[in-house]
Nanobody, 124 residues
Framework: QVRLVESGGGLVQAGGSLRLSCAHS????????MGWFRQAPGKEREFVGG????????SYADSVKGRFTISRDSAKNTLYLQMNSLRPEDTAVYYC?????????????????WGQGTQVTVSS
């Protein structure tokens, strides 16, 4: 069983930064791709970005490209989402997830295991 636990959310002013962490219970980077998603109130869950298990290639949604960066620390079994230049529209609950595909997709249905989410609130 894969267990994912997000942390690092909070309240930040527009233009500020946060780093989210996703700790997972087993070593999965070599097998599973991983993704970050977010869900704002009244909206569907949307893809933020992902990282491939093949070569750590990252991909991002257009809305966060150039502001957010995904990285991982295999020794710590932890995935990160560095968020810079935050905007009020980035306010959402952020989730990490793993997929059985080696290359991340934007479809949440491809992801098998999910964390509980961490709230990010950006004030204007």
């Amino acid at each position: 069983q894969v267990r994912l636990v997000e942390s690092g959310g909070g309240l930040v002013q527009a233009g500020g930064s946060l780093r989210l962490s996703c700790a997972h219970s087993v070593r999965i980077f070599s097998t599973y791709s991983m993704g970050w998603f977010r869900q704002a109130p009244g909206k569907e869950r949307e893809f933020v970005g992902g990282i491939s298990s093949i070569d750590s290639t990252t991909s991002y949604a257009d809305s966060v490209k150039g502001r957010f960066t995904i990285s991982r620390d295999s020794a710590k079994n932890t995935l990160y989402l560095q968020m810079n230049s935050l905007r009020p529209e980035d306010t959402a609950v952020y989730y990490c997830a793993t997929a059985l595909h080696r290359v991340p997709t934007e479809d949440s249905r491809d992801y098998t295991y999910w964390g509980q989410g961490t709230q990010v609130t950006v004030s204007s």
